[in-house]
């Protein structure tokens, strides 16, 4: 992982990411080499098994396709089988490698199909996307033409699932570092888009992360933001007593209404709603590629319009806004 933690830094620097080239490659040299996670040799073993790159990479489908028309051999198969599964659980996708798919826990590609056709063209851009898990929105965006696509999610096990696919791509131009956006400087005003999807939640201060998000954003830049909200006026926010779908680490859930004064209270221009709608069972659910819990567990076994707690069921809305 040394290799990859140089290149992730050079990279940077290249982009003139100052200075988050230095900062952002300290901490992935940190978690990759100086003190790795304890799974990491696991997961370094389960990616050898996988079949030497470059192959064939499909991206602008809702499954993204590696070594699309390539016929492996029997023990081949069995290997990629045996190294993919040595990365479970798989949250975020859907993939197919070599014509093996992996069901994932998220449809992504359903939350991509509600955003894409709201953004400003990709095409030539420079992406940040804040909290990317596996990277599979980070292809979908280099499938839209994307120029540069920098993810940075601090799960390591997301970070293997990346370097699965980028096996297969070693020149795209998308990187993922093993960071959260706190732990960065302000003020980079390098993206030309930037997402934040699935974090603000998590966030104990989601003032701040708008503000964060905002310092990355270029002058003219898109912000697209993805997040649990509930239904009401632009008064309404729910902050959960304890868990909220059994989950600790969430915090305020505001309303559609209230996300766009927030926006526009952190200086964003143009802040709009362009989808809403409840997450349902068909879109987050168990799959032989990630076997525990998953919403139907969370969700009130008499009324699924409740989670487990007694809480309006997760609904999520993306808005998007401008900096000026």
């Given at each position: 992982m040394r290799d990859y933690a140089d290149?992730?830094?050079?990279?940077?620097?290249?982009?003139?990411?100052?200075?988050?080239?230095?900062e952002s490659g300290a901490l992935a040299r940190e978690r990759l080499v100086e003190a790795p996670h304890g799974d990491l040799p696991g997961w370094l073993a389960a990616l050898a098994r996988l079949p030497a790159g470059p192959a064939p990479v499909v991206l602008?489908?809702?499954?993204?396709?590696?070594?699309?028309?390539?016929?492996?051999?029997a023990e081949g198969r069995d290997k990629l089988e045996a190294g993919l599964?040595?990365?479970?659980?798989?949250?975020?996708?859907?993939?197919?490698?070599?014509?093996?798919?992996?069901?994932?826990?998220?449809?992504?590609?359903?939350?991509?199909?509600?955003?894409?056709?709201?953004?400003?063209?990709?095409?030539?851009?420079?992406?940040?996307?804040?909290?990317?898990?596996?990277?599979?929105?980070?292809?979908?965006m280099l499938g839209e033409g994307a120029g540069f696509v920098l993810g940075i999610d601090p799960t390591l096990l997301f970070l293997m699932q990346f370097l699965a696919v980028r096996r297969y791509l070693p020149e795209a131009p998308v990187w993922l570092a093993p960071v959260r956006l706190e732990e960065l400087s302000p003020g980079v005003e390098a993206f030309d888009t930037v997402f934040s999807m699935g974090v603000l939640y998590h966030r104990r201060s989601p003032l701040d992360h708008l503000l964060e998000l905002k310092a990355a954003l270029r002058p003219g830049g898109e912000l697209v933001l993805?997040?649990?909200?509930v239904e009401g006026d632009a008064q309404r926010l729910l902050m959960p007593a304890d868990r909220y779908a059994a989950m600790r680490n969430v915090y305020f859930l505001p309303s559609a209404a209230m996300l766009v004064l927030w926006l526009t209270r952190c200086g964003f221009r143009n802040a709009r709603v362009v989808d809403e709608g409840v997450t349902t069972l068909d879109e987050q659910r168990a799959t032989p590629w990630m076997r525990f819990q998953s919403l139907a567990d969370f969700l009130d076994p008499q009324d699924v319009t409740l989670t487990r707690e007694g809480y309006p069921a997760p609904r999520r809305a993306v808005v998007i806004a401008e900096k000026p």
């Open positions: 290149a992730l830094q050079a990279v940077l620097l290249a982009q003139g990411l100052m200075p988050w080239d230095i602008d489908t809702d499954t993204v396709r590696i070594g699309a028309g390539v016929t492996l051999s599964a040595g990365l479970m659980p798989w949250r975020k996708g859907p993939f197919e490698f070599f014509g093996l798919p992996v069901d994932t826990e998220w449809r992504s590609d359903w939350k991509w199909q509600r955003v894409q056709p709201h953004l400003a063209p990709l095409a030539g851009r420079r992406v940040l996307d804040v909290g990317c898990g596996s990277g599979y929105h980070c292809w979908r993805e997040t649990l909200v």
